[in-house]
């Protein structure tokens, strides 16, 4: 049985992975221009063919910490925001051979919350660790899950994800920022207007069909010096009243 993380707890995560993103490093940032979403062919071919274009987010899943508090209680879409040293999306893909690549101005239009909820690694690679931002649109019922349950954070001043003075957007390149965003998405009508496109045939590196935030290959390590800031405490030390499930 696991114990929900409180928004106390979920902030001395964010400063955990505060020290671990300003630790030395040859990875500085980068700007970002799109959020991008790798999936098959067939789930974009079902999307227009069957779903009026529209990406319909899913129900939050219990990878990452466990004990994440919006596991099994928000939902919406994962993507990507790294991009490489010269600002494109990675090249490659563990999680489909085709890409959805939307102007990150419009998903900030849609939903311009932003709030902390993990910090990562995973079993299988414990080099890499990934923090996950969730954006909502105000007034949502996710909106107001988040106001109760994660620390907010501020787009203008925060080491992840930021907008500079000049109105650009910059993303960390020491850790993978994965944007799990809380609204429907009408793609085709954003095709149409410009503000998102479509990439074939990307190359699939890694465990096809894995994503950072889904099954056994996604759920956090136990033994990281850096994340797993609550080894120490026992899942059935409920020392802050947490909601059990």
């Given amino acids: 049985m696991f114990v929900v993380l409180s928004k106390l707890d979920l902030i001395a995560l964010q400063e ?9 490093s040859p990875y500085g940032v980068a700007q970002c221009e799109y959020l991008y979403r790798n999936k098959p062919r067939e789930y974009f071919d079902t999307l227009f063919s069957e779903r009026g274009g529209i990406m319909r987010t ?5 990878s990452g910490d466990l004990r994440s508090p919006i596991n099994g209680e928000i939902s919406g879409l994962f993507f990507c ?7 494109q999306p990675f090249p490659y893909s563990p999680f489909g051979d085709t890409r959805i690549l939307i102007c990150v101005e ?16 995973m079993k299988n690679n414990q080099k890499i660790h990934h923090v996950t931002i969730v954006l909502t649109k105000t007034g949502s019922s996710a909106d107001a899950f988040c106001r109760r349950c994660l620390p ?19 993303v ?7 944007i799990f965003v809380t609204e ?6 954003m095709i149409g207007r410009g503000v998102a496109r479509m990439e074939d045939n990307i190359p699939i590196r890694g465990p096809r069909g894995k994503t950072s935030q889904g099954g056994q ?5 136990n033994d990281c010096e850096h994340c797993d800031i609550f080894s120490d405490r026992l899942l059935a030390n409920n020392r802050h009243n947490f909601e059990v499930y």
């Avoid at 925001?81 to 600002?87: D, F, I, S």
């Fill in 58 to 62: 899913y129900l939050k899943d219990a």
């Fill in 152 to 170: 907010r954070l501020d787009i203008n001043v925060n080491p992840f994800f930021y907008r500079e003075e000049d109105g650009c957007i910059w």
């Fill in 81 to 87: 925001a790294n991009v490489n040293q010269h600002g």
């Fill in 16 to 24: 955990a992975a505060v020290r671990f993103n300003d630790r030395p």
């Fill in 172 to 178: 960390s390149s020491a850790v993978f920022v994965d």
């Fill in 106 to 121: 419009e998903i900030l239009r849609l939903t311009p919350n932003m709030f902390f909820s993990d910090f990562c690694c």
């Fill in 217 to 221: 290959e996604g759920i956090k390590t």
């Fill in 184 to 189: 429907d998405l009408k793609v085709v009508k």
